[in-house]
């Protein structure tokens, strides 16, 4: 590939980075907050190293008897094959159609993925005071399901998420995905809905209701329920995982 050709993808591929990462807050579809900042580094080296390869090419384009391609000699010049402009692609996806982040399609067709805790069954913290209490999907999940001292009831409770079809029986799903390091790692955490007619697919909404015991405690991979007294319609978190 020619030097300049390798400078110019560096530099879009660098700047694509610092878009997403250091003007907005796109790469939180992608990857976790916390690793803004060697996104940041990696597009400013990107950038950086673009610079540097355009500044030879540059030199040598204008040096005396330089004859464009490179020659091997018999007369054949070797440009930069038409498949390395391939690599534009994935820049011209962040910049013009920004893919959104994974949402209900990735949850309906995963299963929950509510797992029991570290923590001895029954050593969960005490929930705050606050009417109702907020709280993450996943949490919502690991208590209960494992926490035997039911800690939940007598509590309204808010969670946030969108809406993925249920089963059919008049039910829908809230779901969220968590992510540990960037999207392709997503896992599903649901909370079957009662109560209340579900929103259009993907709509993102807070719903606050009481816990309804289904007795599915101690099991893996089983889906809360919550019985909702009040549902409103959201717009898109900032960042859309948990």
């Known amino acids: 590939m020619r030097r300049e050709v390798r400078a110019v993808l560096h530099i879009l591929v660098g700047a694509a980075v610092l878009h997403i990462s250091l003007f907005s807050e796109l790469y939180l579809r992608y990857v976790r907050r916390g690793l803004r900042p060697y996104l940041i580094a990696s597009g400013v080296l990107l950038v950086v190293v673009g610079l540097v390869g355009a500044g030879v090419a540059a030199r040598e384009l204008l040096r005396p008897g330089h004859r464009g391609d490179a020659d091997d000699g018999h007369g054949h010049g070797h440009g930069a094959p038409r498949t390395a402009w391939l690599l534009l692609l994935p820049v011209l996806a962040i910049y013009l159609l920004q893919p959104r982040a994974l949402g209900a399609f990735t949850a309906q067709h995963s299963d929950n993925t509510a797992v029991k805790p570290a923590e001895a069954a029954g050593d969960f913290a005490p929930l705050p005071t606050t009417d109702p209490v907020s709280m993450r999907l996943a949490d ?5 399901l494992w ?8 509590h309204r409770i808010r969670l946030t998420g969108f809406a993925t079809p249920g089963p059919g029986d008049g039910t829908w799903d809230l779901a969220r995905l968590t992510i540990s390091c960037c999207a392709a790692d997503a896992s599903s955490s649901k909370v079957v809905i009662h109560g209340t007619d579900a929103p259009p697919e993907g709509t993102w909404v807070e719903v606050t209701g009481e816990w309804q015991p289904d007795g599915q405690n101690g099991q893996d991979g089983a889906v809360p329920a919550l019985t909702a007294t009040l549902v409103r319609r959201i717009a898109e978190p900032e960042n859309p995982y948990e």
């Open 140 to 144: 919502f999940d690991s208590r209960a």
């Open 147 to 154: 926490d035997s001292s039911g800690s939940l009831k007598g």
